[in-house]
């Protein structure tokens, strides 16, 4: 069965400070990793997709890893902002046909002054 | 807009009621996918569409949920006699392609009392 799991499932810092967010799956065949950002009564935007090949990708204060051997992720949050409160979801793309993506649970982050 | 856009924003309505939520995904978008999200959850797969067909419907929770896509762009989510348990967040977002970046909307937040 394809899943997602995603840990910790909360996390609180305090501004400034670096966190590392966790995405373990195992979804097969694997296509491509999603890492979204969900603010409070928002949709999800994306942050970054990485696809087999990819081992390393920033945008901006983030970096999200790629291990496709051990089928993990992470997403590095360096120099924390208030803004970067919110929930983060890991998807994972498969090849099949239908829906093809499975989602995680989250981490939702708080960010405090 | 250039975006995802979904109606109403906000719902209120009394147990027994049928509801239809609205998506209007980005123009040359052909794929288009509904998720719903009860409070601090993740979010949930309901149905996605291809064209006008839907490939995928497996994430319907009962046969009280209809989808339906029209001209290969908007969609409308249909709930017969609504339910306590159904009031959640409905997402909808939109793919250049099968698999392809998504894009969310803001959601569509049912209250049923």
Not at chain 1, 40 to 52: A, D, N, Q
Request: one cysteine or more; a neutral charge; charged letters at 15%.
């Amino acid at each position: 069965k394809n899943q997602v799991e995603q840990s910790p499932q909360s996390l609180i810092i305090l501004e400034g400070k670096n966190c590392t967010l966790q995405c373990n799956y195992t979804v097969s065949p694997f296509s491509n990793l999603r890492w979204y950002k969900q603010d409070t009564g928002r949709g999800p935007v994306s942050l970054t997709i990485m696809t087999f090949s990819e081992n390393t990708k920033s945008n901006g204060r983030y970096t999200a890893t790629l291990d496709a051997d051990t089928k993990q992720s992470s997403l590095h949050i360096t120099a924390s902002q208030l803004s970067d409160s919110a929930s983060y979801i890991c998807v994972v793309l498969n090849n099949n046909a239908g829906n093809m993506l499975t989602f995680g649970g989250g981490t939702r982050l708080m960010v405090k002054p | 807009g250039a975006g995802v856009s979904q109606s109403p924003s906000n719902k209120v309505t009394e147990k027994g009621k049928d509801v239809e939520l609205r998506c209007d995904p980005i123009s040359g978008h052909t794929a288009l996918y509904w998720y719903r999200q009860s409070l601090g959850q993740g979010l949930e797969f309901l149905i996605y569409f291809q064209g006008n067909s839907a490939p995928d419907k497996s994430g319907l929770p009962s046969d009280r949920f209809s989808a339906e896509r029209t001209g290969g762009s908007v969609s409308t989510l249909t709930i017969q006699r609504t339910q306590q348990e159904d009031s959640a967040v409905y997402l909808c977002a939109s793919s250049p392609q099968p698999g392809g970046e998504l894009f969310f909307g803001e959601g569509s937040r049912l209250t049923v009392l």
